[in-house]
């Protein structure tokens, strides 16, 4: 996925991310995925996007008795994850959904 921000604000991706993962869980992602390599980041560019995740996160967090967890940090080298990982529910893997209760519709996309 790559994010065009001429199609979509960041404030609208954030929107999204927050819809597409349960933000309150420590390092897991699921039944299976347990590690660090599974903790909940939102990675910024720079200042105004750490702003921007920040106030979503504290907006979120109303909604939610258990803290987030979901961490905010500047982003630095992308490291794509290994290639069993890469499409993996199209290869069949294991999919389940946490919290997405709702379509996600972006304008223009």
Not at 67 to 85: S, V
Request: aromatic share 12%.
């Amino acid at each position: 996925m790559t994010f065009a921000p001429e199609r979509v604000s960041y404030s609208q991706l954030l929107d999204v991310f927050w819809q597409l993962h349960e933000p309150t869980s420590f390092d897991d992602q699921g039944p299976y995925e347990r590690g660090s390599q599974y903790r909940s980041a939102i990675f910024c560019h720079d200042a105004d996007q750490a702003a921007l995740a920040t106030a979503s996160r504290a907006e979120v967090q109303r909604l939610y008795a258990k803290p987030i967890r979901t961490e905010i940090l500047a982003a630095t080298t992308f490291w794509p994850a290994e290639e069993y990982h890469q499409q993996y529910i199209a290869k069949g893997g294991d999919h389940h959904c946490h919290v997405f209760t709702r379509t996600v519709s972006l304008p223009g996309v």
